[in-house]
């Protein structure tokens, strides 16, 4: 799913006739599998929505209800209108254009100004392609991608190119601004109410906007692993009569694939295994691998290529899939560094902007991965840059991990599972119902917020609390999924009930004496980059930007994910030095 806009900001208006028509022109492209939904409203505007609009209750007909939104538009429709998708809306009476995307800017838009031009696309390829291939590649993201496994703010991997921030649109008449119209910060209150005491109207609030994003007579297909967020959504489907087609993946011995399988038997539902393990999978990991960092613009590595390919096969039976994507990070206290918050992101979050972290950043082993020394400019660059964040800022009102969620919604969802969420949508839809901004609403009024707990907590009991949420919601809608066991060795029935509580306590203990038992490789990253590194390190190393030479000295004080980043945007360059505009009707 790709737009491209080449706007004289001049004379915006120009782009008017396409966009209503919808035709393809050189200022004005689109790629999908599916058309875009094109409205004018009672006063002339022009509204273009690519991508995904769930239907809210009342509606039958995608037309009828964008032509309500455009007929009297507010950002605050934006945001409450379901589904991941872009907006482009051309207002007449302004001769202005406006372009958005939905709720925490899953969906990237990256511009850049040239002369009187602005160029706006939803991948970099084309603005590559429309600039004659003259852009100099950011050394600042590299730093910033290789130490906190993304850009923390509006950064790409070309200097002059932006990315539009999250709930943000950018508006554009003879002059190109961003316009803020959402900050995060507003769902954070200051006393949160207890869950105790609306865990009933909380988990019918969610029940009533989940089952929305069910399409009525289509098949589809719902992501059941061995965790929650997945069974929570299985739970109401099944509760609301709705028939899809399960699917996990995994090797054949991890928990997230053969306990769904076990479990779809006595809940009468089919179930689609993706084996990673397989020779069928392996063989095809370097082609999604590859895939998967061209549609996300380099901003995905390979190591997610099972994404890809699920995405790939689910795409010949259904345009649908849902996924409890966002869910667990709503409710649940960070505990872990890992490949969605980097060890250097907790530090950053920890120690503030201090001279200490400042010093330990410029000498971080993952920085040897880059050719060139870097200059101290950089690091002073990013720290000034980050002291203008919200999240970053003292406050008397906002705990740590408050600001830490700030950050979450303003950055993190749209930098780690944007990437994701982009490269499915060239072949089906991703629904999340968990990322649903009415219901986060209501939620985050609750200290079932992941935001009220305290910075990277551990304390077992306290971390529980983010479960509570599903075991009430599942014993409301599936008797069958409320006494079944997860991958975590107890069932949500344990959770509520006193008995249960034993269970539970043993489920912990056992996971803790087996960790050393668990699998290493459960997606087979390690066995699919085995088979695939050397096409990653034999490409051309372009402009010199990457050391790949004593990757295996770097191994002990750098995560595999950190060298994947790199191997990863040393392939895009060379796609995009290698590439001509394929872009089509």
């Not at 865990?199 to 969610?206: A, G, H, Q, S």
Request: glycine letters at 4%.
């Amino acid at each position: 799913m790709n737009f491209f806009l080449k706007i004289n900001k001049l004379r915006v208006e120009d782009i008017c006739d396409s966009m209503k028509t919808g035709g393809q022109s050189n200022n004005f492209r689109f790629q999908h599998w599916e058309k875009p939904i094109i409205n004018e409203s009672k006063h002339g505007d022009i509204i273009l929505w690519l991508g995904d609009i769930v239907l809210p209750k009342g509606y039958i007909n995608k037309n009828e209800y964008i032509q309500k939104i455009n007929n009297d538009f507010t950002y605050k429709k934006i945001l409450e209108t379901k589904g991941i998708f872009y907006a482009i809306r051309f207002r007449r009476d302004t001769k202005s254009i406006e372009i958005m995307s939905s709720f925490c800017g899953i969906l990237p838009i990256y511009y850049i100004e040239k002369n009187d031009f602005l160029l706006i696309s939803s991948n970099l390829k084309y603005l590559f392609e429309n600039i004659n291939n003259k852009l100099e590649i950011s050394q600042r993201y590299l730093v910033e991608k290789l130490l906190f496994n993304y850009p923390l703010t509006h950064k790409t991997i070309f200097k002059n190119i932006k990315r539009l921030p999250a709930n943000s649109s950018l508006l554009v008449n003879k002059t190109a601004h961003v316009n803020k119209y959402y900050n995060s910060s507003s769902l954070i209150g200051t006393e949160a109410l207890k869950y105790k005491n609306v865990i009933n109207k909380l988990t019918d609030c969610f029940i009533d906007h989940a089952r929305q994003y069910y399409p009525s007579n289509e098949l589809f297909y719902l992501s059941f692993t061995s965790g929650f967020d997945g069974r929570t959504l299985l739970a109401i489907a099944i509760n609301e009569k709705f028939k899809p087609i399960t699917f996990s993946f995994g090797t054949k011995n991890y928990n997230d694939l053969y306990l769904p399988m076990a479990q779809v038997q006595k809940l009468n539902i089919t179930h689609k295994p993706f084996y990673l393990d397989s020779t069928n999978y392996l063989k095809s990991s370097l082609e999604f691998g590859k895939k998967l960092i061209e549609f996300s613009s380099g901003e995905a590595n390979f190591a997610r290529a099972h994404y890809c390919f699920a995405a790939n096969e689910l795409s010949k039976k259904s345009k649908y899939m849902i996924t409890g994507n966002f869910g667990s990070e709503l409710f649940r206290a960070f505990h872990n560094t890992g490949v969605v918050c980097s060890k250097w992101l907790y530090r950053l979050f920890l120690d503030g902007l201090s001279k200490k972290l400042f010093n330990e950043l410029k000498t971080a082993p993952e920085l040897k991965l880059i050719q060139d020394s870097i200059p101290n400019a950089i690091f002073e660059e990013i720290f000034d840059d980050l002291k203008e964040q919200e999240w970053m800022q003292k406050s008397k009102d906002l705990t740590l991990n408050q600001k830490f969620y700030i950050f979450v919604f303003d950055e993190m969802f749209r930098k780690y599972f944007g990437p994701e969420v982009t490269m499915q949508n060239n072949y089906l839809y991703n629904r999340t119902p968990f990322l649903d901004f009415s219901f986060i609403k209501e939620l985050y009024k609750t200290d079932l917020g992941g935001a009220y707990n305290n910075f990277f907590e551990n304390n077992l009991v306290k971390r529980f609390k983010g479960q509570v949420f599903y075991a009430y919601l599942i014993q409301k809608t599936s008797d069958l999924l409320y006494k079944m066991p997860t991958g975590k060795g107890y069932r949500p029935k344990d959770i509520l009930t006193l008995s249960g509580k034993m269970n539970l306590l043993l489920g912990v203990i056992k996971k803790k004496m087996l960790k050393a038992d668990q699998l290493l490789d459960p997606f087979a990253v390690n066995q699919a980059y085995l088979r695939n590194k050397h096409f990653y390190f034999n490409k051309k190393n372009i402009p010199n930007l990457f050391n790949f030479e004593n990757t295996e000295k770097l191994s002990p004080n750098i995560s595999t994910n950190t060298l994947y980043h790199a191997l990863s945007l040393n392939y895009y360059i060379n796609y995009l030095n290698d590439q001509e505009s394929v872009m089509s009707g």
